[in-house]
């Protein structure tokens, strides 16, 4: 195949091939047609029961050339389709048992997700889509990243930019009942990232200067960009509030001796699915904004938790675009719903005996970055999202209970 890099040979008439391309390095499903040529495979065509053969034949971990297989399950499931969504990767379902995602464009290495996951597994975390396996591949001059991850299927699964923005919606139009589911599910998610943290906290360390210094200049490199990037009135904005930011997030470079872990890196509300069994965190490919040796790096505690109590507010932003909602009713629900995530999160993680894991001190530092970012992503990729932190960013600013737990 043209550009083809290496190969992975599977089951049947099927092989994986890592290819360069215009955008990049790919992993590409190809499967041989009776004349003896390779195209590509497509929903259907088997590649992906070939993937699952490939892991119920070679249990634990393998090596195949530069390829290396991560082998979790035995079973074996047929049927073939696509998911009709669209996605930085391409998925199939095998059988509406499992999840077979080709990595359409590789990060480079290291990949985050191979030892988080193997951490999560081997400590019995239960809040995730059950693993199935994993491949990876290392380029001769790299390091190891993921091309294919396999994942038990859910069926009727939605994310938290469905789930979410529905029930802080309702909740906003029935004051009483829907705050209290509200808050019950943002309940649930805080213990369920609690276990997720308990689950790595074999994996902390302690902040060096180093670090501490990087949080604190990656965020200031953020907070220029977003100078640069950011529309009237955003612009005005961050001029006439810039001391006040810089301030803030400047107090980054103090975490020197705190505890870090090997966190999701990457969470918000999108990352956390409902299902029929309750809510799981999903995608541990770690920050795409960041270069690929940082994404491993472990991180605070409170990013992660930051991550998902900002992605909460912009939930509610979200809600009110799209619905006839009183503002007063919705400002009232946001802050329910974010002080239950927090309070459930910190109460159960101390239950799990990992308080020590999580100091809440820098939250207001790390959510503040998280709406520069979003001015930067909204500003380069998708200037209809600009709305939200437009509006995110003065609520944050004038939020006098933004660390409350």
């Known amino acids: 195949m043209s550009g083809e890099l290496d190969s992975l040979d599977l089951a049947d008439a099927h092989r994986l091939s890592v290819v360069s391309g215009p955008d990049g390095l790919a992993v590409v499903p190809l499967v041989r047609d009776p004349d003896g040529s390779w195209r590509r495979a497509h929903p259907g065509d088997g590649a992906a029961e070939a993937v699952l053969t490939l892991l119920a034949t070679a249990p634990g971990v393998s090596a195949r050339g530069r390829f290396t297989v991560h082998a979790w399950t035995s079973r074996r499931v047929t049927g073939e389709r696509a998911i009709a969504v669209d996605q930085t990767n391409e998925s199939v379902i095998v059988g509406d048992a499992a999840v077979v995602k080709w990595a359409t464009h590789l990060q480079d290495g290291p990949h985050p997700a191979p030892h988080r996951i193997e951490v999560l597994r081997t400590n019995d975390f239960r809040f995730m889509p059950n693993p199935w396996g994993l491949v990876t591949w290392r380029p001769d001059d790299g390091a190891e990243t993921l091309v294919v991850s396999v994942d038990e299927y859910l069926p009727g699964a939605v994310d938290g930019w469905t789930w979410a923005v529905d029930l802080l919606a309702r909740a906003a139009r029935e004051p009483g009942t829907g705050t209290e589911a509200v808050e019950s599910a ?138 006839q909602l009183d503002d007063r009713a919705l400002a009232a629900v946001d802050h329910a719903a974010r002080q239950s995530f927090l309070r459930h999160y910190a109460d159960h993680l101390a239950a799990l005996g990992c308080g020590h894991l999580y100091d809440p001190r820098p939250l207001r530092a790390f959510r503040l970055q998280q709406v520069l970012r979003e001015i930067v992503y909204a500003a380069r990729h998708l200037p209809r999202w600009m709305y939200v932190p437009e509006a995110a960013l003065p609520a944050l600013l004038d939020d006098g209970t933004v660390g409350d737990v």
């Open 186 to 323: 943002v309940a649930q998610v805080g213990t369920v990232i609690a276990e997720l943290h308990a689950a790595l906290a074999g994996t902390a360390t302690t902040a060096s200067r180093a670090d501490a210094g990087r949080w604190r200049e990656a965020a200031l490199e953020t907070l220029d960009e977003s100078r640069t990037l950011s529309p009237s009135p955003m612009a005005e904005l961050l001029r006439d509030r810039g001391a006040q930011i810089e301030q803030i997030l400047t107090a980054l470079g103090d975490l020197a001796g705190s505890v870090v872990i090997e966190g999701h890196g990457d969470l918000h509300v999108g990352q956390v699915l409902h299902y029929s069994g309750g809510y799981v965190v999903t995608d541990f490919d770690g920050n795409p904004v960041l270069p690929a040796a940082q994404r491993a790096l472990p991180i605070p505690a409170v990013l992660d938790v930051a991550g998902m109590a900002q992605s909460l507010a912009h939930v509610a932003i979200v809600a009110r675009r799209h619905n």
